[in-house]
């Protein structure tokens, strides 16, 4: 897998996102976990995306429509179930027993917070880092 697909242009900031042991680099849409890594489609990085940045807090589908497909559509929300499946497949060991990303029946996702024995070895949660190419 090539990892230079979109490179940063000399002197532009690329955001990235740490979850534990995932990196997230929002330019390249490249999620991370020691050697594996996985391109992402647009979507996928922004639902992500949007899990990071409120991870331990239960997001309503409503709200991942209305943040990540920009509708207020919610009667048919099997696009978000298919998606949250694909992020699982990337995310989790076990995809028949999520650890991460769980779902709240009827309202919505969460993406757990790692204890502190798992990830990175250290009580970072979730961050946020801006590097310079």
Request: charged share 25%; hydrophobic share 35%.
């Amino acid at each position: 897998m090539a990892e230079d697909r979109h490179p940063a242009a000399p002197g532009e900031t690329a955001e990235v996102l740490c979850y534990g042991p995932f990196t997230l680099d929002l330019q390249q849409r490249l999620l991370r976990r020691g050697e594996n890594v996985h391109v992402l489609t647009p979507k996928e990085c922004q639902l992500l995306t949007t899990f990071i940045r409120h991870v331990g807090h239960v997001l309503t589908r409503k709200y991942l429509m209305k943040v990540v497909w920009d509708t207020e559509e919610v009667d048919d929300t099997r696009t978000l179930e298919v998606h949250v499946h694909w992020l699982r497949r990337k995310l989790e060991a076990d995809v028949s027993r999520p650890a991460l990303l769980h779902t709240v029946r009827g309202v919505g996702y969460v993406l757990r917070p790692l204890p502190a024995n798992q990830g990175d070895g250290s009580s970072r949660q979730a961050s946020v880092s801006n590097s310079t190419s």
